[in-house]
């Protein structure tokens, strides 16, 4: 999740900062809506935390020092170089910046180590740091260096690993910020990484069971298309040469032949829009619900994605409850963190509802 922080005046005239936690600026928008309505605020600015790259050099030396850092504005990026001593060539926000993916492998390989070193009782604050620098994903070390540095200014462990959902996943983050906030961090990161292991094979699994019934259909598919294009063009060419008679049937495939070739490009067009109309809307904070109930509904297959969320709620709600007595946040985080859509909606939609008006529990 991206980070934004929102600048503006009380009612009273005082000045209002903070900052929220969402996936895009019109998410933000939204969030920043409910607070005003809720505070009777008036929020002025909003700004998106965002990666900076910077040249600069040291009084009297003339060799360029290359950088990158995030910020909210260009000028909090100026501000902090010159009071670090540095004079400024260039600043410029950086927008050709490619996400690279982490494999959950790294991210449980971070977990495991760190258990391991608290067991050996580390300081966290030096355990970020040895990794961070040993690390070889870019993307994992830079994710791990912010969580560092906002640790050590005094952020809350929640906020700060919750802006890093979509690298370490939200499992993790929500099992790592109570981590952060209780007296048996090691045993926790113990756990997750033991979970996300077992995840990480279960996984495995699936993909190479699903991967010769895929490659069979698209082998399938591809002769087929072979077939029409190109092979039976040349048998329809070589038959009507010498004016021989064609069934019915043959005579209908070699003019679906023809059309084929004669309109190649409307044909591609009606193939992949239906599939790229399809995956747009299953992206979309509907489609995923839609995706996710289709996904447990599979057979075999659906009732373990099914039982694995399950755990996962059942993981961050005992974590979570064992030293809280306020149970419908903690079924709502929980909720959030079992990684399916459909489920999380129900919890939230159908079970909080009727725990809240006919005290079930």
Same mark, same amino acid.
């Not at 895009?24 to 790259?53: G, M, P, S, T, Y």
């Not at 005094?154 to 690993?161: A, I, L, N, P």
């Not at 996984?203 to 010769?212: E, G, P, V, Y």
């Given at each position: 999740?991206?980070?934004?922080?929102?600048?503006?005046?009380?009612?009273?005239?005082?000045?209002?900062?903070?900052?929220?936690?969402?996936?895009?600026?019109?998410?933000?928008?939204?969030?920043?809506?409910?607070?005003?309505?809720?505070? #009777?605020?008036?929020?002025?600015?909003?700004?998106?935390?965002?990666?900076?790259?910077?040249?600069? #050099?040291?009084?009297?030396?003339?060799?360029?020092?290359?950088?990158?850092?995030?910020?909210?504005?260009?000028?909090?990026?100026?501000?902090?170089?010159?009071?670090?001593?540095?004079?400024?060539?260039?600043?410029?926000?950086?927008?050709?910046?490619?996400?690279?993916?982490?494999?959950?492998?790294?991210?449980?390989?971070?977990?495991?180590?760190?258990?391991?070193?608290?067991?050996?009782?580390?300081?966290?604050?030096?355990?970020?740091?040895?990794?961070?620098?040993?690390?070889?994903?870019?993307?994992?070390?830079?994710?791990?260096?912010?969580?560092?540095?906002?640790?050590?200014?005094?952020?809350?462990?929640?906020?700060?690993?919750?802006?890093?959902?979509?690298?370490?996943?939200?499992?993790?983050?929500?099992?790592?910020?109570?981590?952060?906030?209780? !007296?048996?961090?090691?045993?926790?990161?113990?756990?997750?990484?033991?979970?996300?292991?077992?995840?990480?094979?279960?996984?495995?699994?699936?993909?190479?069971?699903?991967?010769?019934?895929?490659?069979?259909?698209?082998?399938?598919?591809?002769?087929?298309?072979?077939?029409?294009?190109?092979?039976?063009?040349?048998?329809?060419?070589?038959?009507?040469?010498?004016?021989?008679?064609?069934?019915?049937?043959?005579?209908?495939?070699?003019?679906?032949?023809?059309?084929?070739?004669?309109?190649?490009?409307?044909?591609?067009?009606?193939?992949?829009?239906?599939?790229?109309?399809?995956?747009?809307?299953?992206?979309?904070?509907?489609?995923?619900?839609?995706?996710?109930?289709?996904?447990?509904?599979?057979?075999?297959?659906?009732?373990?994605?099914?039982?694995?969320?399950?755990?996962?709620?059942?993981?961050?709600?005992?974590?979570?409850?064992? !030293?809280?007595?306020?149970?419908?946040?903690?079924?709502?985080?929980?909720?959030?963190?079992?990684?399916?859509?459909?489920?999380?909606?129900?919890?939230?939609?159908?079970?909080?509802?009727?725990?809240?008006?006919? !005290?079930?529990?």
């Amino acid at each position: 999740m991206a980070e934004f922080r929102y600048q503006g005046v009380t009612l009273a005239g005082k000045p209002l900062r903070g900052t929220i936690l969402a996936p895009n600026r019109l998410a933000a928008k939204k969030k920043i809506d409910e607070i005003v309505a809720e505070h #009777r605020v008036r929020v002025q600015a909003l700004h998106k935390r965002v990666h900076f790259v910077y040249k600069v #050099r040291r009084p009297g030396n003339q060799k360029i020092i290359d950088g990158e850092i995030t910020a909210y504005t260009p000028e909090e990026v100026r501000e902090s170089l010159v009071r670090m001593g540095y004079q400024i060539v260039q600043i410029r926000r950086n927008f050709f910046r490619p996400k690279l993916g982490v494999p959950q492998k790294e991210v449980v390989v971070f977990i495991r180590l760190c258990a391991d070193l608290l067991r050996e009782q580390f300081p966290y604050d030096e355990i970020l740091s040895m990794l961070a620098s040993d690390m070889e994903n870019p993307r994992l070390r830079e994710t791990v260096m912010e969580i560092h540095k906002d640790l050590k200014m005094g952020k809350e462990g929640r906020q700060v690993f919750l802006r890093h959902a979509d690298v370490l996943g939200k499992f993790t983050v929500y099992m790592l910020s109570i981590a952060s906030t209780s !007296g048996n961090m090691a045993d926790i990161y113990e756990n997750t990484a033991k979970f996300l292991e077992r995840s990480s094979e279960f996984k495995k699994n699936i993909r190479s069971t699903l991967f010769m019934p895929a490659f069979v259909v698209l082998a399938a598919v591809g002769a087929l298309v072979f077939y029409v294009m190109y092979i039976f063009p040349k048998i329809a060419g070589m038959l009507l040469k010498y004016n021989i008679a064609v069934p019915p049937m043959t005579a209908a495939t070699m003019q679906v032949s023809e059309f084929f070739q004669n309109n190649i490009i409307w044909v591609m067009l009606a193939f992949l829009s239906p599939i790229i109309a399809t995956v747009s809307y299953f992206r979309s904070e509907k489609g995923r619900v839609v995706w996710h109930r289709i996904l447990i509904s599979i057979p075999v297959i659906g009732k373990l994605i099914y039982k694995t969320s399950l755990e996962v709620f059942a993981r961050v709600f005992h974590a979570l409850y064992s !030293g809280s007595g306020e149970n419908i946040e903690v079924i709502k985080i929980s909720s959030e963190a079992c990684g399916n859509r459909y489920i999380e909606k129900q919890i939230k939609d159908i079970v909080i509802p009727a725990m809240l008006r006919e !005290g079930r529990s």
